[in-house]
């Protein structure tokens, strides 16, 4: 019997694991990844000016990767800047 109880807590953590998921405003998830390619910039002591020439795009560009606000990014520009930093972006489905 306590194999039940220990299969229900399990599938009870899991959806609300999904729940919590869905709730996650996309605001909060861009501003995480502009805190963390920030940290990284800073790490490798890397401008903005420097980034954007390394990204071949403006700075303008790398400004909005940045800010945290902003939603008008593309997945590939932050894919291009995540790996400059020596980082990997991972967009999934679950």
Request: some cysteine; glycine content about 6%.
């Amino acid at each position: 019997m306590g194999k039940k109880s220990d299969v229900g807590s399990s599938f009870e953590s899991g959806v609300d694991e999904t729940v919590v998921r869905e709730e996650v405003p996309v605001g909060a998830i861009k501003s995480v990844i502009a805190c963390q390619l920030a940290e990284e910039m800073k790490k490798k002591k890397l401008s903005k000016t420097r980034m954007a020439k390394l990204m071949k795009t403006s700075r303008t560009q790398v400004d909005r990767l940045l800010d945290s606000e902003s939603a008008n990014v593309t997945i590939e520009s932050l894919q291009r800047a995540a790996r400059i930093v020596g980082r990997e972006l991972r967009v999934e489905l679950v």
